[in-house]
DNA sequence: CTGAAAGCGCTAACAC
DNA sequence: GTGTTAGCGCTTTCAG
């Protein structure tokens, strides 16, 4: 147990500067900084004192001042539509690790509340980062503008705005899907969109990977329909609840991502459909998820800490000016791996 | 390597300053500020004209001046040990959001890499935030002590050395569960408990909320075993699915955390156990994993986003001084509450 | 080993 | 409307 010395700081006093230190030390504001930052040239009995004196005192350098002075450490902004959304956990995750790693340090903004938008997002952070990357859904060019000079790196979004880009080949991801499917003679098959559920009114898909799993189903002739639901498990289920009443002949389902996926398996057993016997079902993303559902989801899969890796060591290059901004070198695309597990 | 020509600026040229587009722009810098920050007093076509410059300079302002001059922006460092477990990610999602709503930023760091701790993480904080809140797993004391005045909030630790805490009332929740295995006849009950697999041998769990449990289990007069594993699903998995053969007689498994529940519940199937009629399950936190996962999860959840707002209000409370440290108001506690699904 | 000066980039307060 | 002065807290010279 550790007692504090002479009372409690309640109040937030006006913070201690380095001129505190340095005057109850009765020494100059240099000594001060040599101690504090394990400097040499200084007595060591000197060091002890004044760290004392710190400690106790409160004191704590000023960022600002210090930043000043001796240029910024690399901070990174980090916009993410849902963390509530595995996926972007897994993803944050793997960024936050490589940036620590190179000294970085990440400043997070979910902007899935309040119906703020990617772009309220990189407004947010920008005055206090160097970088941004984001799931920004849209706005690149905004965004990029708010930033100035600094780079943005624009994941799953078109990149011609910004700095950088990663970007994913659905149509490979697509292929992928729809021909293991195929090959399973599935022949009602569902594509399960994300979007603002407009009704099954609409008959084209609008997100990119969307419209490529449609051209996919389009090219090979065969029949499918397309359903839509917001980015939930609880919509994705809702939605497939219904459509198995309309369409109870639907044998194979492809999800626009994992969480829908789990969702729509959770609908598929309430309605006592077996997975994949009577209904084959394909998830996106590959995130941890999928194996602890029952059964395990079949999914697209990318893999996420790769990802984090390519947009840190992209943003170094953009910070370090190896990589020129809109160059070649600044725009990625990933492909989606298909990994086998149980529901096809 | 590419070299652009001069017209496309890629290489991280030197930052332009403030003077720089007073310069460009032919006025005092007073004027550039005022331009830039929507102050009043200025000429709408000079305005119009500077910020068209600092666009084409590729200006923002200095970080460092401007919180030096200012005062201090708030940032809160937010410390979580595995943003792979879905709870840290509701739980930092929740403080983001309302850190936003206050203006605050959060920068966050994953420790759960590279063999880091949670004072690891609160020392490469430390430089850039204000306060932090974290789940730091001990180093209370130290971390309060590398924070110096700043306020530090711990959770789910003994809270003597910080600046404030927030704490759950495992007697509370231990008594729940357990009570409700117990009136539901179950007589060979297992808890599984999370931390190094030193084997069975050890008959004391480690975490307080083990101890909560035992204390709970041993007051019954229960007959129950002690199982250990690592904090994640596989490993979770695997020392239950070893233990059922052993016992086979098991009918009812408490366990640390909902993710590792997760990992109970598929050796539970794998070993062609029916959950709840074979052997129930209660895991803890309440996390939305619980409901995707089949059969749904019966946990003892604590409300995630509740956990945010009192965070985030007790760091605001002890910033702006209407809390003080270390005092009552500082020691928050929490229960859980039993949220009965399909596994118990 | 220690101290004194200069200045990082910005904005608040006052001139004009 | 706009410019000038001062100074935020720190580290970097450079003297002693």
């Known amino acids: 147990m550790s007692h504090t010395p002479s009372g409690n700081p309640a109040k937030p006093a006006k913070r201690s500067t380095i001129l505190d230190v340095a005057a109850a030390a009765g020494v100059s504001r240099q000594t001060v900084t040599r101690a504090m930052n394990g400097m040499p040239g200084i007595k060591e009995s000197t060091r002890q004192r004044v760290r004392q004196l710190a400690q106790e005192l409160g004191y704590t350098p000023s960022r600002f001042a210090k930043g000043l002075v001796q240029g910024a450490r690399t901070s990174v902004g980090l916009a993410i539509p849902d963390l509530t959304n595995p996926y972007f956990p897994a993803f944050a995750s793997s960024v936050v690790e490589l940036a620590t790693l190179r000294g970085w340090h990440v400043v997070v903004d979910d902007y899935g509340h309040g119906g703020r938008s990617g772009l309220d997002a990189v407004e947010h952070l920008a005055p206090h980062v160097d970088a941004v990357i984001g799931y920004l859904g849209g706005y690149a060019q905004q965004a990029q503008a708010a930033l100035g000079r600094r780079p943005l790196i624009v994941l799953d979004e078109s990149p011609d705005d910004a700095a950088g880009s990663i970007n994913f080949d659905y149509d490979h991801a697509a292929r992928l899907a729809v021909d293991q499917l195929v090959h399973a003679n599935r022949r009602s098959i569902a594509y399960l969109e994300a979007g603002s559920a407009t009704g099954a009114a609409s008959q084209l898909p609008s997100t990119v990977r969307g419209k490529a799993v449609a051209g996919r189903l389009e090219g090979l002739g065969t029949s499918w329909s397309l359903l839509v639901a917001e980015e939930t498990a609880e919509a994705a289920k809702a939605a497939v609840a219904g459509f198995l009443r309309e369409r109870p002949e639907t044998d194979g389902i492809l999800v626009f991502n994992d969480l829908m996926a789990a969702g729509v ?67 990625l695309t990933l492909k989606h791996r298909l990994v086998l597990r149980e529901t096809a």
Chains 1, 2 share one sequence.
Do not use: H, Y
């Open 265 to 331: 398996l959770k609908a598929l057993s309430d309605a006592g459909r077996m997975v994949p016997e009577d209904c084959a079902v394909i998830g996106m993303d590959g995130i941890p998820l999928g194996v602890l559902l029952t059964p395990q989801l079949t999914t697209m899969a990318l893999d996420l800490r790769e990802m984090g890796r390519a947009a840190v060591e992209l943003l170094d290059g953009l910070l370090t000016g190896t990589v020129s901004p809109g160059s070649e070198a600044s725009r």
